[in-house]
């Protein structure tokens, strides 16, 4: 049975330490092993760390998505080694990001690593914001994007401190950039924070899709504000179809989209009706790296509405729904 991995991440000081003590300290009888990453030369947060954690390994030369992107695998095979010889039982494993990483290489470790990829499953991402310092964070900031695009929760601390005006904006905002996403209050994790270690990202079925009828701004949006050339902004997009879908025109869109645009892809995942096939149609992915397979039948009294999720830097909207809704089936085109 695959271990499962949580990935934690949030800007510098929004709460990712306070959150995973609080995660190691719940009633979930789980043996939890954590992988701490610490910005600079000296770890420091292992020393917060509460004790409950089974095993504690700080990488503390350099970002852990870039310089110390190895040292992230060495530290996972590291783990299994321990846990097979019986030295360090655990049932699932934290990575806790420094407030600077970019999570989608950490990401692409679990799916790019053939060892890792068997052994460990990514359960989700969890992305803490901070309310009073969002704003400035996200205009200087283009990982602090990065970060809330790549997310399957988004927890939000300090909502005590800004008023309910300036919350509605920073909801306005993370929804732009992540439309998918449960977002709660980061106070409240005592009646939900279960609910954290069992998300099933990464998962090909349903969950992470928003239902029929979310509205997204577009992708041309710029949610940085004032920006300095180097920035680019990061939002998503929803594509919908109401009638059933060619499968080599699909495969087709799917082909160019990621040739066109894997670079630009943070994350993308979809449900689709195909011609002639009972089943739905599952795929998602991480920049270049996707997976497909077949989930459940269509109900018959349930719509068969196909849809997909991309998040990602200045994709053509336009240009991709106008694909998207060419992929018609020749005989259920209206």
Request: overall charge negative; charged content about 25%.
């Amino acid at each position: 049975m695959s271990i499962p991995v949580t990935l934690l991440t949030g800007f510098l000081g929004a709460g990712k330490t306070t959150l995973l003590n609080r995660l190691l300290a719940g009633a979930h009888g789980e043996r939890i092993a954590v992988i701490e990453n610490e910005f600079g030369a000296v770890g420091i947060d292992g020393d917060l760390l509460d004790p409950a954690a089974v095993g504690v390994v700080e990488l503390s030369n350099g970002c852990i998505c870039c310089s110390v992107r190895g040292a992230l695998s060495e530290a996972l095979a590291d783990l299994l080694a321990r846990r097979e010889a019986g030295s360090l039982q655990f049932d699932r494993l934290i990575i806790e990001g420094t407030g600077l990483a970019d999570p989608v290489p950490i990401a692409q470790v679990f799916f790019t690593d053939p060892m890792l990829r068997d052994r460990f499953e990514l359960d989700g991402v969890i992305t803490l914001v901070d309310a009073i310092h969002f704003a400035e964070q996200l205009r200087r900031e283009r990982v602090c994007a990065s970060q809330i695009a790549f997310a399957d929760r988004l927890l939000v601390s300090r909502c005590d401190l800004v008023d309910e005006a300036a919350l509605e904006t920073l909801h306005a905002q993370l929804r732009t950039i992540n439309a998918r996403a449960p977002m709660g209050d980061a106070r409240k994790l005592a009646e939900d924070w279960q609910d954290l270690l069992h998300i099933g990202g990464f998962r090909l079925d349903e969950r992470g899709l928003p239902s029929s009828g979310w509205q997204v701004s577009s992708s041309k949006q710029n949610v940085f504000g004032a920006r300095r050339s180097s920035e680019v902004p990061v939002s998503s997009m929803i594509l919908e179809h109401s009638q059933a879908l060619d499968l080599d025109a699909i495969s087709a869109f799917v082909d160019t989209l990621l040739a066109d645009y894997a670079h630009d892809l943070l994350r993308y995942k979809g449900i689709l009706s195909l011609a002639e096939e009972p089943r739905r149609l599952i795929f998602q992915g991480v920049h270049r790296i996707a997976g497909f397979d077949f989930g459940r039948e269509w109900q018959a009294d349930e719509q068969r509405l196909s849809r997909i999720v991309l998040i990602g830097r200045e994709l053509p909207e336009e240009k991709l729904r106008a694909a998207f809704l060419a992929c018609v089936s020749p005989q259920h085109a209206n």
